[in-house]
């Protein structure tokens, strides 16, 4: 017996209609595909809702540490700080203080990208912005570039200790370094730990998504809320928004 | 004979020549001896030979074994620049997979390194996979 085209097609159909769900739901948590790429269908962006950030919580600063092996010299005007907690007052006690982590705001537009004299900086296709640090020579130009204080400069020697994460590097002395949204982890299809470590022990005060799918949690929510971008008059387009801000 | 009767110079500078070879033969002579001597001895001292690696626990590499033994770095180089910049992972060629046959760093990439006198500094940073 021969099919001609028409049933091929409708028997397409079927099997296509058998495997679409609701939206939302998955069969099972699928390990990634074996070979994937940064595309540029997708633009990672992250939303903080400040409402929901607690003053007194440092679920997001510890994960991140934990997770990126972030070293601690004991120095304040050494130490490495990937995202920190702000405390945002106002002045004139009009409005209550408020608490945000601040982190690389992975603009689109990023002057550290620009002024790097290595490319050692440089935004990834999905809008990741990241140091090579097999390129970066240390000049700290990108430091002075940055608005948001957001690179740290690796001034001694870091060593491995058991409590190290053996799945990311450890530091070499004398390159930049930044928040590079667990890249890591957003390849294999997962949170940032930040993200992972709000939603878990926190407040759940931080989402983290794709831009480019309108039908994503963030670009749900960014269409709907009113949010903020930090200094954005700089026209850097970052990508953390805040909420409530 | 008679030119070098009328030059002097070059006939002092010719019996220098001469007295000097006459005194620097036996010299040359007994220090190429003692050269192969010294030849002999070091070949005889020396026994190590190219380093034996053990044997890898898969079936086989992901590329031919003489392939990767003259091109594994620029192939790690260049896939870790494409990881790096251009987000690229492949999971059945990570260095992960590397260690399941390659259990023992010292044991494998260490001992080429060593013999032939590089070091990569990949490791400083980077733990190599368990």
Known sequence: MTMDRRTVLGLGGVATAGVVLAPGMTLIAAPPPDKTEASSDQRWAMLIDVNKCDSNCTACTKACRQENNVPLFGDPNRDIHWIRKLEIRDKEHRRPSVSLPVMCNHCENPPCAHVCPTQATFIR???????????????RYCMLAC?????????HETSRNEDSNPEVPIRAKG????????????DDGKQPACVQACRNEGKHAMIFGDLNDPQSEISVKIRTVKTQTIRADLGLKPHVHYEGL | MRSLQSHPLK???LLALVWAFVLVLPTMVVASGSGAD????????YTGGPPQLENAK????????????RNHMDFLKHRRA???REGLRIRSE???KCAECHQSREKFCDQCHNYVGVAPDCFECHSYPK
Request: glycine letters at 4%.
């Open chain 2, 82 to 84: 494409q990881t790096v």
């Open chain 2, 58 to 69: 898969g079936e086989a590499c992901i590329r031919p074994s003489d392939w990767m033994r």
């Open chain 1, 125 to 139: 296709k999905d809008g990741i912005v990241l140091v090579d640090k097999h390129r970066c020579i240390g000049c």
């Open chain 1, 147 to 155: 608005p948001y204080k957001a690179r740290s400069l690796v001034y």
């Open chain 2, 11 to 13: 006939f002092t500078v």
């Open chain 1, 175 to 186: 390159v930049v370094e930044k928040c590079n949204f667990c890249v890591h982890l957003v």
């Open chain 2, 94 to 96: 990570s260095l992960i």
């Open chain 2, 38 to 45: 010294v030849t002999q001895h070091s070949k005889s001292a």
